[in-house]
Structures are given as C-alpha cells and as structure tokens.
C-alpha cells in the first residue's frame, strides 16, 4: 500500500475526530491506553476527592443543629428519638437530655411531636381524673385528685426561668366532721436549678403563695421550699430569736452597703478612684418592744375648781316613841307632843311631849365625786432601728515626684486633711457619739501586685488560637481535596487528553527527526522518500546520525506515548496533522 507520509513542521496539528462518536471513542481509545500506574492514581485522586467534599458537606452541616428540646427524661427523650427516626430526621443526641436537629425543621417538628403527644413529660395533671373506672373506691379519687394537684403545681414552677426541674409533695389529711380536730395540709417543694441561676427572695415567696393559694386551708407557714443542694429557701416570718433571719439579713447588708456608697461617692473625687478602701458595719436592733401606760391627775378645770361629776347626800333618823307609864286614865291616854327643832340650828337632841324615857338616832352621808383626767399612752418601738455604726477607712498615701532628682516617693496625708476627711465622713454616715458610733480614717501605702503579662505573639493569641481550632477541619480538608485534584487527578488527565501545544510541539519534533532537514539515508541513498510503504526508510547500515535519531524519538515516544501514537495513527491514515 503506497501511502504519502506528508511530514511537514510547518503544518499545525489538528483535531484527528471532529464528530461526537468520534471523540467518544477516541477518549475510550486514549483511557485504554493510558497506563495502569495513571489510572490508579486517576482513581484514587477521585476517590479522595470524593470523600473531601462529603467530608466538608458534613461538617459544614453540623453548625446548623439546634436544641428542639432540652431537660426531657430517659423515656421522653428514648420516645421523642423513636419518632425522629421515623420520620427521617437527621438528630443529635446530646449530655443534659438534649436532642438537636436542623435549624430549619426545629418549629415545624415541635409542631409535629406536639400533635402526636410528645414530649409526654414525667409528671400528670388532672388528666387522671379524665379516666375513671367503674369500681373506683373514694380513696382511689382522693388520691388521684392529690396527684393531679402535685402535677399541675410542679408543672407550673417548672415554667420559671430558673428551674429546670421541680417535685411537689402534698399532705392532704382526711376531714372528719369534728372541726376542732382536723388536721391542716401541708407542702414541701423541691427545687433543680439551673447551672448559675439562683433564686431570690420574691421569687421563692411567690412559689410558697402560689402552693398554698392552691391548697384549701394551707397556711403560707406550712410551705417548704428546698434546692437541689438541700437548702431551705423558704423562711418562716415568725423565726429565730437567737439570729437574724434572712429579711433581717438582707436589711443589715443594705444599710451597710448604703452607708458605704455614700463613703465612696464623697472621698473618690478627693483622693482618687483606686486610693480608698471603706467598709461599715452596722449593729440594728430587730426587738418588738410594746409598751402600755394609764396617767390620772386630778382635773383642775377653770378657776382651780374642782369639777365635781357628782355629789350625793343621804340623812336618815330612828326614834323609839314613849312607852306608856303610870295609872291609866285620860291624862295618860293622851297623844304624844310633836318633836320640835330648835331655831338656831343646833345639834340637840329630839324629845318629845311626855318622853321621858323615848330614844331618838340619826345618820346623815354625802359622797362627792370629781373628774380626773386619764391618759392611755402604747408605745411600740421601731423595728430594725440603728443601735450602733462602726466604720473604718484607708486612704492611699499621695506620690509626691522629686523636681531635682525626679524620683517618686510617697508620703501620708496630713493630719489636717485627715481631719477634714473625718468631719466629712461623719456627716455623710450620721455619725452619733451618743449612741456609740465610732469612725477611723487612716492613711496607708496600698500594695500592688504586679501581675507580668507575657507579650504573646500573634499566633499565640486567644482568639487566634480558637480561629485556627474553629478552620482546621474545614481547611484540613479543602487541602486534601486541593492535593487530590492537582496532584493526582490532573497529572493522569495530562497522560489522557494533552494538551494542544504539546501536541504541536511533539509532531514537529518527530517530523524533524525522520523527515526533516536531517534526513535518515534511504535505500537508494537519499533522503527519506515519502512513497514508501508505511513511512519508514529502509537503512542501509548503521549510522550515527540515523542511531541518534532513533534514540531521540523513542524518548518521545516514552516520554509522551499518547501524542506519538496519535501521530503515527494520522501518518497510517492518511490524514493531514
């Protein structure tokens, strides 16, 4: 067959297939043709590739999961996971109860886990009281009334902020129909709170009023409250005669705290920010102290006249009247004479007409009664009154810098601005040395502890040290995705589809070498004659020139196989490159 070799270096290279079969196959033809280390490393660059990318999917996914419900128990949270999973929901089960999924999906799964009932929670309401049989006895209803009041309670102070979990015990005792001997309930409430959160005063007086507003007949007094800790947190107003309770506490610490403020308000422009330390104690009488008088003194009215309220007077008078004596007859049958009185007014003796031997008393009483005045005087002493303050204050000494040898020293106030000081502080606390208060102002060097900040470098540094913990992963992996792509996938993609410049370049190489200028001697001792079979000459004998070139094309062909295969495929084809 008398095929033209048409080498020609001038001509550009082209495309062998230009249809879409044609390039199929010429890409099947070059992948069976690469060699086997290529493809090995072709393979294994993709699947690492692969794995990088699911890798970064996954944890950049990982950011957006968030908390659908904390707190929940072992059989809610075992429950609420069931569900989950059959409902194809990616979650994550965390220490604490805690079950996170999506961010996207957290409103629409409560949504979904509320309507199939879930979380159903550890404690019942009155829902117990929805399902009622028929054989129940009055003890069975007292005692699910009890637990559904214990339920509906714990559930409403587990609402609070600062309660992650709550248990209420109820001591409901049976009425019978003799009111002095019924028992009155009783209450105790225990407390989970959360990590760093306390609870104040108000707050656990407002659980011990809502206990026992919801018990019939349960004294506020009767409600306990404790914490995880064992702690009672709830206090009873009549308490403790030998400490303060914690009221009296709290009133002690802020008459302190108050006294101090004033302190620094009024030295911290004089002496400076950091060159004052005060403290105060207050010493407060909590004593209910009540006490009654009655006062009475005689009421003088106007005039200095007694006023009298009132007078009375009784007079009474016994006679005993003349027995008759002597011989019976008109003389002696006759009436007595009447008693006369005698004109003057004299105390003297009745007598009457005949008497001789009558008798006569009298007896006359007068009580006079005057208005007096009277006074009911109680008196109750003030609770949580100001018995006694003690206060003391440190005052920095002042740096005083040398002009000639500008050195720093310091030196203590003078006595004089002390004073002054005093009289100040006096002023500002109620100092009152009738009762005992007693002030010392004194001036003293403070001490510093120098704390040696070490001069980190930048890499060195908190934040960049949680930067670089926060991008390792993703960055770990974008670099072996990076390694994977330029290292392996592209260098087997080099030996599958060269590039066209190196194409170029390879076919002018090759047609330099066995049909250019330098010319291997034929057989008839020219040049290289395109009309032989196949386009190869046919060597006479060795030669060093034509050794050479025979050295030089099989480095290219070793170097590039792909290319001078593709070459020598358009030379047999008879297709112009």
Same mark, same amino acid.
């Given at each position: 067959?008398?095929?033209?070799?048409?080498?020609?270096?001038?001509?550009?290279?082209?495309?062998?297939?230009?249809?879409?079969?044609?390039?199929?196959? +010429?890409?099947?033809?070059?992948?069976?043709?690469?060699?086997?280390?290529? /493809?090995?490393?072709?393979?294994?660059?993709?699947?690492?590739?692969?794995?990088?990318?699911?890798?970064?999917?996954?944890?950049?996914?990982?950011?957006?999961?968030? %908390?659908?419900?904390?707190?929940?128990?072992?059989?809610?949270?075992?429950?609420?996971?069931?569900?989950?999973?059959?409902?194809?929901?990616?979650?994550?089960?965390?220490?604490?109860?805690?079950?996170?999924?999506?961010?996207?999906?957290?409103?629409?799964?409560?949504?979904?886990?509320?309507?199939?009932?879930?979380?159903?929670?550890?404690?019942?309401?009155?829902?117990?009281?929805?399902?009622?049989? #028929?054989?129940?006895?009055?003890?069975?209803?007292?005692?699910?009334?009890?637990?559904?009041?214990?339920?509906?309670?714990?559930?409403?102070?587990?609402?609070?902020?600062?309660?992650?979990?709550?248990?209420?015990?109820?001591?409901?005792?049976?009425?019978?129909?003799?009111?002095?001997?019924?028992?009155?309930?009783?209450?105790?409430?225990? $407390?989970?709170?959360?990590?760093?959160?306390?609870?104040?005063?108000?707050?656990?007086?407002?659980?011990?009023?809502?206990?026992?507003?919801?018990?019939?007949?349960?004294?506020?007094?009767?409600?306990?409250?404790?914490?995880?800790?064992?702690?009672?947190?709830?206090?009873?107003?009549?308490?403790?005669?030998?400490?303060?309770?914690?009221?009296?506490?709290? =009133?002690?610490?802020?008459?302190?705290? +108050?006294?101090?403020?004033?302190?620094?308000?009024?030295?911290?422009?004089?002496?400076?920010? &950091?060159?004052?330390?005060?403290?105060?104690?207050?010493?407060? &009488?909590?004593?209910?102290?009540?006490?009654?008088?009655?006062?009475?003194?005689?009421?003088?009215?106007?005039?200095?006249?007694?006023?009298?309220?009132?007078?009375?007077?009784?007079? !009474?008078?016994?006679?005993?009247?003349?027995?008759?004596?002597?011989?019976?007859?008109?003389?002696?049958?006759?009436?007595?004479?009447?008693?006369?009185?005698?004109?003057?007014?004299?105390?003297?003796?009745?007598?009457?007409?005949?008497?001789?031997?009558?008798?006569?008393?009298? *007896?006359?009483?007068? +009580?006079?009664? =005057?208005?007096?005045? /009277?006074?009911?005087?109680?008196?109750?002493?003030?609770?949580?009154?100001?018995?006694?303050?003690?206060?003391?204050?440190?005052?920095?000494?002042?740096?005083?810098?040398? %002009?000639?040898?500008?050195?720093?020293? !310091?030196?203590?106030?003078?006595?004089?601005?002390?004073?002054?000081?005093?009289?100040?502080?006096?002023?500002?606390?109620?100092?009152?040395?009738? *009762?005992?208060?007693?002030? /010392?102002?004194?001036?003293?060097?403070?001490?510093?502890?120098?704390?040696?900040?070490?001069?980190?470098?930048?890499?060195?540094?908190?934040?960049?040290?949680?930067?670089? *913990?926060?991008?390792?992963?993703?960055?770990?992996?974008?670099?072996?995705?990076?390694?994977?792509?330029?290292?392996?996938?592209?260098?087997?993609?080099?030996? $599958?589809?060269?590039?066209?410049?190196?194409?170029?370049? +390879?076919?002018?190489?090759?047609?330099?070498?066995?049909?250019?200028?330098?010319?291997?001697?034929?057989?008839?001792?020219?040049? $290289?004659?395109?009309?032989?079979?196949?386009?190869?000459?046919?060597?006479?004998?060795? !030669?060093?020139?034509?050794?050479?070139?025979?050295?030089?094309?099989?480095?290219?062909?070793? !170097?590039?196989?792909?290319?001078?295969?593709? #070459?020598?495929?358009?030379?047999?084809?008879?297709?112009?490159?």
């Amino acid at each position: 067959m008398d095929t033209a070799l048409a080498p020609n270096a001038a001509m550009p290279v082209a495309a062998v297939a230009t249809g879409e079969a044609a390039t199929t196959v +010429t890409y099947r033809e070059r992948l069976a043709q690469m060699p086997m280390r290529s /493809k090995v490393m072709m393979g294994a660059g993709l699947a690492v590739l692969a794995a990088a990318v699911l890798a970064i999917t996954l944890w950049s996914s990982q950011g957006d999961f968030r %908390p659908l419900f904390t707190g929940l128990s072992d059989k809610d949270g075992g429950a609420v996971i069931a569900q989950l999973q059959q409902m194809n929901v990616p979650y994550r089960n965390e220490p604490g109860g805690i079950i996170s999924v999506p961010a996207a999906q957290v409103y629409d799964l409560r949504m979904k886990l509320a309507a199939a009932g879930l979380p159903k929670g550890g404690t019942v309401g009155f829902e117990l009281m929805d399902k009622s049989s #028929i054989g129940q006895t009055q003890f069975n209803e007292r005692l699910n009334f009890q637990r559904g009041l214990e339920g509906e309670l714990t559930r409403t102070i587990t609402a609070l902020a600062d309660v992650a979990d709550a248990r209420v015990h109820l001591a409901l005792p049976q009425q019978n129909g003799f009111f002095r001997e019924q028992q009155k309930p009783s209450a105790s409430v225990m $407390l989970t709170l959360r990590p760093g959160h306390v609870l104040g005063r108000d707050q656990v007086a407002g659980i011990v009023h809502l206990v026992s507003s919801s018990v019939p007949e349960l004294n506020p007094k009767a409600v306990s409250v404790l914490d995880q800790t064992g702690a009672l947190l709830s206090t009873n107003p009549d308490a403790s005669a030998n400490g303060l309770d914690q009221q009296q506490l709290l =009133y002690k610490q802020q008459v302190e705290a +108050t006294t101090t403020k004033r302190i620094y308000e009024l030295l911290e422009p004089v002496v400076g920010h &950091d060159n004052l330390r005060a403290t105060v104690s207050a010493d407060l &009488d909590f004593n209910q102290v009540e006490s009654t008088a009655e006062e009475y003194k005689p009421n003088q009215g106007q005039g200095n006249a007694p006023a009298v309220r009132s007078q009375q007077t009784n007079e !009474s008078t016994n006679a005993t009247p003349q027995l008759p004596t002597g011989v019976p007859g008109a003389a002696t049958n006759q009436p007595p004479v009447p008693a006369t009185a005698p004109v003057n007014g004299a105390s003297a003796p009745l007598q009457t007409a005949g008497g001789g031997n009558g008798t006569q008393s009298s *007896r006359r009483d007068a +009580t006079t009664n =005057y208005e007096l005045d /009277k006074m009911v005087r109680v008196t109750r002493n003030s609770v949580g009154t100001v018995r006694r303050l003690n206060a003391a204050v440190v005052i920095n000494q002042r740096q005083v810098t040398d %002009p000639k040898t500008g050195k720093t020293s !310091s030196e203590p106030l003078p006595q004089a601005e002390i004073d002054k000081i005093t009289a100040l502080v006096q002023e500002t606390m109620g100092f009152n040395a009738q *009762r005992g208060d007693s002030l /010392k102002i004194i001036s003293a060097p403070f001490v510093s502890d120098k704390v040696d900040v070490p001069d980190l470098p930048v890499w060195k540094q908190p934040w960049v040290l949680d930067l670089v *913990r926060a991008s390792a992963v993703p960055l770990a992996l974008v670099a072996v995705a990076l390694i994977a792509v330029f290292g392996m996938v592209r260098p087997a993609m080099r030996t $599958l589809n060269p590039p066209e410049a190196e194409a170029t370049e +390879t076919a002018e190489e090759l047609h330099a070498i066995v049909g250019g200028d330098e010319a291997l001697p034929g057989a008839e001792g020219g040049a $290289l004659d395109g009309g032989n079979v196949h386009g190869l000459p046919m060597l006479e004998g060795p !030669s060093e020139n034509a050794t050479q070139m025979l050295q030089r094309a099989r480095l290219m062909a070793k !170097s590039n196989p792909i290319a001078v295969a593709n #070459i020598m495929r358009n030379w047999m084809t008879g297709e112009e490159i």
